[in-house]
Nanobody
Framework: VQLVESGGGLVQPGGSLRLSCVASGFTFSSANMGWYGQAVGKEREWVAN????????NYADSVKGRFTISRDNAKKTAYLQMNSLNPDDTAVYYC?????????WGQGTQVTVSS
């Protein structure tokens, strides 16, 4: 069972990044997927999630209108498109997969927004 994030990096304010989370070892299509961010010295915070059955999405107020969560079940991959980034978005971003009776986390990918 594994989740591997990628796509982080250093970006200037106003820029964009797309994070990917590749899953293996479980039935990805049945998992609700979420993204969380953890800034230095702060607790991990929920950013966005997407339900497996309905495809419905939810976003934290701080990212609404700027971030978009999506998934490709054939590729067993979840994505987080991040636009209009600002320094407050700087954090390690983790993906989370939730299935019946199980929660899985990736190792995280660093996003740094700075000029």
């Amino acid at each position: 069972v594994q989740l591997v994030e990628s796509g982080g990096g250093l970006v200037q304010p106003g820029g964009s990044l797309r994070l990917s989370c590749v899953a293996s070892g479980f039935t990805f299509s049945s998992a609700n997927m979420g993204w969380y961010g953890q800034a230095v010295g702060k607790e991990r915070e929920w950013v966005a999630n997407m339900y497996s059955t309905t495809g419905n999405t939810n976003y934290a107020d701080s990212v609404k209108g700027r971030f978009t969560i999506s998934r490709d079940n054939a590729k067993k991959t979840a994505y987080l498109q991040m636009n209009s980034l600002n320094p407050d978005d700087t954090a390690v971003y983790y993906c989370r997969a939730t299935t019946v009776g199980s929660i899985k986390w990736g190792q995280g990918t660093q996003v740094t927004v700075s000029s």
